[in-house]
């Protein structure tokens, strides 16, 4: 897949962005994404990283992956629930999503993974993500 800019996401970056999403969610019933909710998400998840107090210069280079499906199951639940996950990368010029791909759906109400993040960190920006949806 090739690096899509979302910080200045065009229509035809979205366009492209949408039939990668096809591609990889065919045959997909549940737990799926569209190009918007890659824009929200990642938007928002760089927006809660600022204003937990990250500056822009700490922000380069990093790399984190967000299920906006997360949840938790029953014990009773068979089968392996997979949702569709957003790799993104962050530089001195935007946000790109890196990688999009099915794998297992996040557990708990954290749906941000980072490399460099605090995990308490990860935690309140997860916590305020899924406030403001309600």
Do not use: W
């Amino acid at each position: 897949m090739k690096r899509i800019n979302i910080k200045n996401l065009t229509d035809t970056a979205r366009e492209r962005l949408q039939e990668e999403l096809d591609s990889i969610q065919q045959g997909c019933r549940v737990r799926t994404i569209t190009a918007d909710d890659v824009e929200y998400y990642v938007h928002k998840a760089v927006e809660e990283y600022i204003l937990m107090g990250a500056s822009r210069a700490s922000m380069d280079g990093l790399t984190f992956r967000l299920d906006p499906n997360c949840q938790d199951f029953a014990k009773s639940y068979k089968g392996r629930p997979e949702s569709t996950i957003i790799a993104v990368e962050i530089t001195k010029t935007g946000y790109y999503v890196v990688n999009l791909f099915r794998g297992d759906t996040f557990r708990g109400a954290h749906n941000l993974h980072a490399d460099r993040i605090p995990d308490a960190m990860v935690k309140a920006i997860t916590e305020r993500l899924y406030a403001m949806e309600v």
